[in-house]
């Protein structure tokens, strides 16, 4: 009951920072934050935006089999974050969009817009719902379970209060509210840090010393070509996630354009770029010294990465004040990710579906909407109650974002014109040439593809694009 107190807290402390920042019930406000959100703000709200409650449990554990190596994908980040602020803001802040996606009409046409469109709409409101499936299983262990809640009441409580405090404000209520959650999210991380050096009874030049000197604090892989965690793999693969699943993704976008100028967008987007890494390195200490306090204690280490940092938690290793802080800091990912994606889901309907963006009605029944539907589907993914089903959605969304890259940068890079109307047909069949090339592959050569996939898969848009154009003069993008 104390741990529902303390979330239930949590909500009013959003609530009613919600309630002083958004005021105005307008569309303008809900879909573009008035155009006069701080940089700053952004910037440090973006970092509890980007780490999803999967994030906050699956990093630690994945020192487990890959060592410190997905340092490599974030030092990529980093490069990703610069091409999105130098190339991708410029062109949205030129044509002053609402979403990114109005680009695509601007430069190929209304069949290619509304491709974009419907990709993110379906590979967003499936891939949110999964990922805050896996942390409402985890609420439902700490929290509801105890109280004998059961899961289809949690879930759509869960749900409603997100919709209570994004109703009204949207995109401008979710930069103020971000920042407390990522202040909320860094604090439990240091809490649950702190726990575990008081567990092994370390100061922390001794825990830099344990870290440094643990098999698992290997960052590069340069010898094996074929490794998943391959340097250039991994760098490469990481500039180009940020860049579709950042710079193309409107759930990502919509906070960054919300800010005043293209020159503090661009500020917002480098200062939060640097500082990515850092915290990433940080869960993955935590996991090494997880794995430390483990072994000092004698206790089994779980074979699943996913539980090293939840086994902790339940066996009550870091004792109650990090149990208490988890689930802080959990709630804080994700609701900062849950209630993004309701907001850019609700965005994209209104504005590239029916294209009507000045309609308060329809944005108000299209939010309530679409939190039902996150709902629903959270609640299908309990019913099949599959580890399996949950893996091949995450990489169904996966293969979705290649089409988006292949689109993008076709009408960036090009000059051509499209067909516009073979273009739904290429975003479809794109993914799944792909899926073909990747197994064969495997079989041919044991050369088993990671993140480079979403290149080959944008690759295949962007030829598919490329053999349907004519080269007619295009819209110009400085246009």
């Known amino acids: 009951m104390f741990v529902l107190v303390i979330l239930l807290s949590y909500f009013a402390i959003l609530y009613t920072y919600s309630y002083f920042h958004s005021s105005k019930n307008s569309n303008e406000t809900f ?47 980093i490069l990703g974050y610069f091409i999105v602020a130098f190339v991708l803001l410029p062109i949205f802040y030129r044509h002053n969009l609402t979403t990114i996606y109005s680009f695509l009409k601007i430069r190929l046409g209304e069949t290619s817009y509304k491709t974009g469109a419907l990709f993110f709409l379906i590979s967003k409101l499936i891939g949110a719902a999964a990922r805050f499936y896996v942390v409402c299983l985890i609420l439902d262990r700490f929290v509801f379970k105890e109280l004998n809640i059961p899961f289809f009441v949690t879930v759509p409580f869960l749900m409603a209060l997100i919709w209570l405090y994004t109703r009204n404000g949207g995109i401008r209520t979710l930069v103020h509210t971000d920042v407390i959650q990522t202040f909320f999210m860094l604090l439990s991380l240091g809490v649950i840090l702190y726990g575990v050096l008081e567990v ?34 991994q760098f490469i693969s990481g500039a180009f996630i ?29 200062t939060y770029a640097f500082a990515f890494a850092p915290v990433n390195l940080l869960f993955m200490v935590l996991g090494i010294l997880l794995i430390c306090a483990f072994n000092t204690k004698g206790i089994a280490i779980p074979e699943k990465f996913d539980n090293l940092l939840i086994d ?43 294209e009507k963006s000045s309609d308060v009605r329809l944005r108000k029944n299209t939010h309530a909407m679409m939190a039902i539907l996150f709902a629903f589907a959270v609640l299908i993914f309990n019913y099949f109650n599959s580890t399996s089903l949950i893996d091949a959605i995450f990489i169904l969304c996966g293969y979705t974002y290649g089409p988006l890259l292949g689109l993008f940068s076709f009408a960036i890079l090009g000059r051509r014109n499209v067909m516009d109307k073979a273009t739904p047909y290429i975003a479809m069949l794109s993914p799944v040439a792909c899926f073909v090339i990747s197994q064969l592959t495997l079989k041919m050569f044991g050369y088993k593809f990671g993140y480079e996939l979403l290149l080959l898969n944008g690759a295949l848009t962007f030829a598919g694009l490329y053999a349907f154009s004519s080269e007619k003069k295009c819209v110009s993008l400085e246009n």
Not at 315 to 342: E, Q, R, Y
Request: proline share 1%; charged share 15%; glycine share 8%.
């Open 31 to 77: 879909f573009r934050g008035n155009r006069n959100s701080r940089w700053y703000l952004v910037a440090f709200g973006m970092i509890g935006a980007s780490l999803s409650g999967i994030t906050f449990v699956s990093v630690p554990g994945m020192v487990m089999w890959s060592d410190m190596t997905y340092l490599q994908t974030c030092l990529g980040y």
């Open 200 to 233: 092994l009874d370390f100061s922390l030049a001794e825990a830099f010393k344990e870290v440094v000197s643990s098999g698992h604090s290997r960052i590069f892989e340069f010898s094996d070509i074929k490794s998943p965690q391959n340097f250039f793999k």
């Open 242 to 270: 940020v860049v579709v699943m950042t710079g193309l993704d409107q759930d990502m976008m919509q906070k960054n354009l919300t800010c005043k100028t293209l020159h503090e967008a661009k500020k917002d987007m480098c």
């Open 312 to 354: 902790a938690i339940s066996n009550g290793i870091l004792g109650m004040s990090a149990k208490i802080f988890f689930i802080i800091g959990i709630v804080s990912a994700a609701f900062s990710s849950a209630d993004s994606s309701l907001t850019a889901l609700t965005t994209t309907y209104c504005v590239d579906i029916k």
